[in-house]
């Protein structure tokens, strides 16, 4: 009895000490459209850090494996270390559906069985609830998704109509049988990473880059070692993704494709260029 005490207290213990270092970053439990199937955690921003005259960037986190609020410490690292202090992120919660749920984020072409709503849904539900409650940047909308976690985010932006400026896919299968339609691609950009040692052939990875860019897409394909799992400097990894796609937007064709609405745009003309202010580490 005194062991199992033991052993619990020590889970415990581990638990606690893995979410000390982001006990700092502010986050919220948020229903989009009020529905409690559509679960997420609003991380950010800092109360004392400096309003972005533009708007918030945002980030969308679609997390692999079983998708679960498990991945809260890691997602509130991100925040923390991977990005500038102008970014919000909304880690998504994958909903449970049946007892032997089969596939993670149920999309429109590769739907599960008794899901209620696509993935591709909930991250626009998520993306508008966002802005009800925060200025959002409408250049700088993007998602991530990792592992299971990467094809809903693949299929989310290359919807004909989507919020979505910009993708982050990492060490996931690309199948375009379970796509929209690539020619939707065209003014969006995709920052695909994935291992050469990664069981998910790098095939698909390449496949992914050829095929979004020949649509009209910008598409990087950037390689890591070890296989799959995010490896090494884990945040500088996904610090770099994150800074090219804010470099596509940046681009004069990107930039057309994701024009803010009209009363945004006239907020935003003759406003000068400000640089992203990095919070201390």
Known sequence: ?????????????????????????????????????????????????PKPKEGYRLLLILPGGDGSADFHPF?????????DSNYLVAQLVAPKW???????????????????????????AVIADVKKRHPIDARYVFALGWSSGGPPVYSAA????????????AMSVYKP?????????????????????????????EQA???????????????YEGGHGWRGDVYGTIQAGIRWLEQQMQKPAL???????????????????QPAKRKKR
């Open 255 to 273: 930039q057309k494709a994701g024009q803010a609405t009209k009363q945004q745009a006239k907020k935003q003309k003759g406003a000068k260029p």
């Open 98 to 124: 049946s007892e032997d749920q089969q596939i993670v984020w149920p999309t429109q072409k590769n739907p599960g069985a008794g899901a209620q709503f696509t993935t591709e849904q909930f991250i626009e």
């Open 209 to 223: 880059e050829e095929e979004l860019g020949r649509h009209g897409a910008r598409a990087k394909l950037e390689t």
């Open 75 to 83: 997602c509130k690292r991100i925040y923390k270390f991977a990005l």
């Open 1 to 49: 009895m005194r062991c199992r005490i033991g052993l619990a207290a020590i889970g415990l213990w581990c638990a606690l000490w893995a979410q000390e270092d982001v006990a700092d970053v502010p986050a919220q439990t948020l229903y989009a459209e009020d529905d409690k199937r559509k679960m997420y955690f609003l991380i950010g921003p800092y109360p004392d850090a």
């Open 158 to 169: 290359l919807q004909k109509d989507t919020a979505l400026r910009g993708a982050f896919i």
């Open 177 to 205: 049988e379970l796509l929209p339609d690539r020619a939707n691609a065209r003014g969006r950009a995709f920052y695909i990473l994935h291992s050469p040692d990664d069981f998910i052939p790098i095939r698909m990875a």
